[in-house]
């Protein structure tokens, strides 16, 4: 079975410029997550997809952040304009069902100078 | 609200030294709980789960029982290998008030294995 993929792994941009992180989860999990880890901490939840409708977007920076899971398959976060403190993992998962517990991708590595 | 308490790190044992890391949480009802595994420069991987009290989770030689009367679900590991070194996450995940799985993670704690 293949797993989540995320693309790019790496990316390194100035301040105020934009950027966007694609992911394709698991053939039929239903459940799509995007999760920001800054360096030592743990993953925070940025938003949430059943299927192709938010269930949960209450930690996105919405000023800033978007993100879209069109025909409830693959998903796209961006984020314009980017500041510093942007920089972290961004970390991709999905899930059949949520108790079973999300499979995660691995990640993109943002760099903001 | 729900939350995940860890133990903090880092942690430094010897190979074949005996692995305890503390995980203690805060939620209503009875959450499901899980230990991720993070190797340097790689995605969380699920290590392993429990989804009802007193059940134990294991995989790779790790082992953790959800203990309702203590709300904590320590991870375990008999003889632990310098393959092990990584960074560990305790997390739990509870029905929202959208009807929605969420999952609420610990901050982590690193190990690391000395041959």
């Known amino acids: 079975e293949a797993g989540v993929a995320q693309s790019p792994r790496y990316k390194i941009i100035e301040k105020r410029q934009s950027v966007a992180f694609w992911c394709n989860p698991i053939?039929?999990?239903?459940?799509l997550y995007w999760y920001q880890q800054i360096l030592g901490q743990g993953p925070k939840l940025l938003i949430q997809?059943?299927?192709?409708?938010?269930?949960?977007d209450s930690q996105l920076p919405k000023d800033r952040f978007s993100a879209e899971r069109l025909k409830g398959v693959d998903s796209t976060l961006k984020i314009q304009p980017a500041k510093l403190e942007d920089s972290a993992v961004y970390l991709c998962a999905s899930s059949y069902q949520g108790a079973l517990g999300p499979l995660f991708g691995q990640g993109t590595r943002l760099t903001v100078v | 609200g729900n939350s995940v308490t860890q133990m903090e790190g880092p942690v430094t044992l010897s190979e074949e030294a005996f692995l305890t890391i503390n995980c203690t949480y805060t939620a209503t009802g009875y959450p499901s709980l899980f230990w991720y595994v993070q190797y340097p420069g790689e995605g969380l991987q699920l290590l392993l789960k429990a989804t009802k009290a007193d059940d134990k989770g294991s995989n790779k030689g790790f082992e953790a029982t959800y203990r309702k009367e203590t709300t904590s679900f320590h991870l375990e590991k008999g003889s632990v290998q310098v393959s092990d070194s990584a960074v560990y996450f305790c997390?739990?995940?509870?029905?929202?008030?959208?009807?929605?799985?969420?999952?609420?993670f610990g901050t982590g704690t690193r190990l690391t294995i000395i041959p």
């Open positions: 997390a739990l995940s509870r029905l929202s008030n959208f009807g929605n799985e969420k999952l609420t």
């Open positions: 053939s039929g999990h239903a459940t």
């Open positions: 997809f059943q299927n192709n409708g938010v269930v949960d």
